[in-house]
């Protein structure tokens, strides 16, 4: 069940209308209601896989029980390593057994022995499983370093773990902030249900109208890469850079609005990443429950910043390394991770990481200056350039892009897979550019215009643009789902 099928608005039609029309003044009914909801949204990829999120939901929870009832602190990390030791084998047997078992056979190879690959088996990778253990150890961190206590609620713990509308692609929640409003009861309130409408339409519109039609020439562009010129090799990357985001930030949208509707609220995963000014405030506006996650649960207790530039040069490096590698078993993911370190190190270096942390690009103007331009250029280009690495097969694949682009500068215009027209595309994305634009200072309400009229003509914009450029012969998954 996705986010942009007939399918899952029926279902969210029954699961609203239950929540506040049958279990509106009774909490714990609402929470059981979200968990079968949960587990029944879940379920509908492959049942089997439920066993694994009510198991790392029923072990984190007494972990943290246990954590919390011991005042000796040996034992309380003993149990909080118990916590992460078990996650992350549950993670690296589904995602990363065959990459590692691999990766152990080429490197023999390479000095001549012979190993039969008979070590590497057909392991299915769990929709969602990146999120819900990263999830479920935030908890158990947060017990374990006194920010909250434990709930004793498990129902509503496992209602916290795997509510559907952030399960499969985040934003990945903090127990502070979504368990709390789990555990509270909640009163419907009109004007949050219309903003959650709203943010729910404008990602469905990323998804379908971005990301879904930019993805035949993307694929087409990195599948035959070896066909085409440097200036169509460079249309692909770039395209991709606005189709992962059109795909990932309107999932985030349609979660954030989805849970709108049954009153709680998430965290912003996306703040308009495309005008950031420099790579360190990109990634303080894209993907922002992962970055942050890192950075409190793993680069503060390496030391953070503490103890020099040096020891922050060597956290900085393996968080992007190991964010690579959380987005994918596969080397290219780790060169990924690597190429952003470097990207990130000289802006650490010259103290210019959280110079825009609190506004936005033309803070206080309509238009940039010629210097934030330069800046918004620069970075998109070397974040676009990144993602040769984040969308090709192989990483022999990725040099050999690369390679073409330098090696084959040419021009040649670039003909649609399915003949259509490219300049409708290139409008198309030109103008939800310069939209993002307009309504970059609010990010929760992308529909902020006083004119009533003004308002829903845009929304019929939206609207038939999204009819107009959907195509059901396009895979419609989301891209975060396989990792």
């Known amino acids: 069940m996705i986010f942009n099928s007939l399918t899952y608005f029926v279902f969210l039609g029954i699961v609203f209308t239950l929540y506040w029309f049958v279990f509106k003044r009774h909490t714990k009914a609402q929470n059981i209601l979200l968990l079968i909801a949960s587990y029944t949204f879940y379920g509908w990829w492959d049942w089997r896989f439920l066993s694994l999120i009510l198991l790392s939901t029923t072990v984190d929870y007494f972990i943290a029980l246990h954590i919390d009832s011991s005042s000796d602190v040996k034992k309380r990390k003993l149990w909080l390593w118990l916590s992460v030791g078990f996650n992350l ?3 690296g047997f589904f995602k990363y057994y065959n990459f590692f078992t691999d990766s152990w056979i080429d490197m ?14 057909r392991v299915i990778l769990p929709v969602g499983i990146s999120f819900y253990t990263f999830q479920t150890m935030s908890y158990s961190f947060d017990v374990y370093y006194k920010k909250l206590k434990p709930t004793r609620d498990y129902l509503s713990f496992a209602a916290f773990v795997s509510f559907f509308p952030q399960l499969v692609a985040g934003p990945i929640e903090r127990a502070s902030n979504l368990l709390s409003q789990i555990l509270e009861p909640r009163v419907f309130n009109k004007n949050q249900m219309v903003a959650g409408l709203k943010l729910i339409l404008w990602g469905l519109f990323k998804k379908i109208a971005i990301a879904d039609s930019l993805s035949p020439i993307v694929d087409d562009i990195f599948v ?29 949208d349609i979660a954030i609005g989805t849970a709108k509707l049954f009153g709680i609220e998430l965290m912003s995963n996306f703040k308009f990443p495309q005008f950031a000014r420099n790579v360190a ?13 890192f ?12 103890g020099g530039k040096l020891r922050s040069v060597r956290n900085i490096t393996i968080i992007f390394l190991v964010s690579g590698l959380w987005h994918g078993a596969n080397w290219t993911f780790v060169f990924w991770g690597a190429f952003h370190a470097l990207a990130f190190i000289p802006v650490y270096l010259m103290g210019r990481n959280a110079i825009y942390k609190d506004n936005v690009v033309a803070q206080n103007t309509m238009l940039p200056t010629f210097t934030e331009i330069g800046q918004m250029v620069l970075t998109f280009a070397i974040v676009t350039f990144s993602r040769i690495f984040f969308r090709s097969e192989t990483i022999t ?16 215009p670039y003909v649609h897979p399915l003949g259509y027209r490219m300049m409708d595309f290139y409008v198309l994305v030109i103008l939800f550019v310069l939209y993002e634009y307009c309504i970059r200072k609010t990010e929760r309400d992308p529909f902020n215009f006083k004119s009533k009229y003004v308002r829903y003509t845009i929304y019929a914009v939206v609207i038939v643009t999204m009819l107009l450029y959907y195509d059901d012969s396009v895979n419609q998954s989301f891209i975060y789902f396989q990792f």
């Open 89 to 91: 084998s549950l993670l």
């Open 108 to 121: 023999f190879t390479m000095f001549g022995y012979e190993m039969k690959n008979s070590w590497t088996l």
């Open 224 to 252: 035959n890469y070896s066909n085409y010129p440097a200036s169509t090799l460079i249309l692909g990357v770039t395209l991709f850079s606005f189709q992962v985001y059109g795909d990932f930030s309107g999932y985030s």
């Open 281 to 293: 405030e990109y990634w303080q506006r894209w993907h922002i429950s992962l970055s942050t996650w």
């Open 295 to 306: 950075r409190h649960y793993l680069y503060i207790p390496l030391g953070g910043s503490r």
């Open 397 to 412: 694949d990725s040099f050999h892009f690369i390679g073409r682009i330098f090696s084959n500068f040419s021009y040649q």
